[in-house]
């Protein structure tokens, strides 16, 4: 919770005390590693290296769960050394301790991701089909107007979401459930009204997507915004991001006519590599296969080139690259096209938005911009 909350000194301090108590509890270890970047010095540094090196050794033998997470925590603090030190060695060893890791947590997954590219693949037919003809920009409405940030995870979208809170009159609503859980009420419908006498078998993804020009996307609409969270009496406009919504563009568009999309894109490998070093609790099951992981990345983007190409006005796209490098130019420009109005405290979002983050990049977006995670793909690939 302290985490979650921005107090990242007293979650360190609290699991400092744990792992005093519990030498191997791999949880902790995990947890503690992400809180901020650890470092070399000339007596060995602020890090846990050494210690966690061990820690995994006595795990070898252990459960699956404990030398994934000690794995993927020992990786995070050798890359943080590694890089603040220009450590080829260290880098190395990282890599390799993620590698192993992914493949244990791989090997007890039970997934096909041949059913998922399918899906991607049926969106993107889809989207060549319908992208040109939504060419409306957005109405406007009486009550707050959604804007939905979409990605792949670690894209960089929380960065994003933090900056729009800095807005006036922004309510940053986390990443809802909501919108999906309309879009499965309605599709549920219309697939028990094409097949009255019922269906052999559940219809698989790529099947549903079928089914969108039968959906009722006013009630889909309606549903979704009675079941938003309660906003503040003063908001303008509240920032959804529940990243997979970039599954439901075309339904987004046509149930919220007043709805935004702001898609965050990375680099092919840097963006693998950032979804490969993320021990996700149970989603994307296909981020832990290097092959898996860049299938579904390029499917994502092949989808995705039909509703770029229609360069739709309620459509927007921010490069992670250009944001970290740029975030002056590159957030103005944004803000000007959601019609929000931008100040300089965008730029300092890691401190004047004290809202909780339940996401992974939780304690990051706690601090200023970095670009020292560009490249870092490439060199993960290369190795």
């Not at 009550?143 to 939905?148: E, S, T």
Request: charged share 20%.
């Amino acid at each position: 919770m302290l985490r979650i909350t921005g107090d990242l000194a007293g979650a360190e301090r609290c699991l400092d005390e744990v792992l005093e108590l519990r030498p191997d509890d791999a949880e902790a270890w995990l947890l503690r590693s992400g809180l901020r970047r650890w470092s070399l010095t000339s007596e060995g540094g602020d890090n846990h290296v050494v210690a966690l090196r061990a820690a995994l050794a006595r795990a070898a033998s252990g459960a699956v769960k404990a030398r994934v997470q000690l794995g993927f925590a020992l990786a995070k603090e050798l890359e943080d050394c590694a890089v603040g030190a220009d450590d080829a060695e260290l880098l190395t060893e990282s890599f390799a301790v993620l590698r192993t890791a992914c493949a244990l947590r791989r090997q007890h997954i039970q997934y096909d991701i041949a059913d998922d590219l399918a899906t991607l693949t049926a969106l993107r037919d889809r989207a060549a089909q319908v992208a040109p003809l939504l060419t409306a920009a957005a109405t406007r409405s009486s009550g707050a107007r959604p804007i939905f940030v979409v990605s792949l995870p670690r894209a960089g979208s929380t960065l994003l979401e933090r900056m729009l809170g800095c807005a006036e009159g922004v309510h940053l609503a986390g990443e809802l459930n909501q919108f999906p859980a309309a879009l499965g009420q309605e599709l549920k419908r219309t697939f028990i009204a094409a097949n009255p006498a019922g269906a052999a078998r559940p219809p698989r993804k790529a099947e549903l997507v079928g089914l969108t020009d039968a959906l009722d996307f006013a009630a889909m609409g309606a549903a979704y915004r009675a079941n938003v969270p309660s906003l503040p009496a003063e908001t303008r406009a509240f920032v959804d991001k529940l990243p997979l919504n970039l599954l439901n563009i075309e339904h987004i568009f046509r149930a919220l006519p007043d709805a935004h999309i702001v898609y965050v894109r990375r680099q092919r490998e840097d963006h693998c590599y950032a979804i490969l070093k993320q021990l996700f609790a149970q989603a994307y099951p296909w981020s832990y296969s290097t092959d898996e992981c860049c299938a579904y990345y390029d499917a994502v983007t092949d989808m995705m080139q039909p509703w770029l190409s229609a360069k739709l006005p309620r459509l927007h796209v921010i490069d992670y690259e250009e944001l970290v490098q740029q975030p002056e130019t590159t957030s103005r420009a944004l803000f000007d096209a959601l019609d929000l109005t931008w100040t300089p405290a965008v730029l300092d979002f890691h401190r004047r938005n004290s809202s909780a983050s339940t996401t992974a990049s939780a304690a990051q977006v706690r601090q200023p911009l970095t670009s020292r995670s560009i490249g870092l793909g490439q060199r993960f690939f290369a190795g």
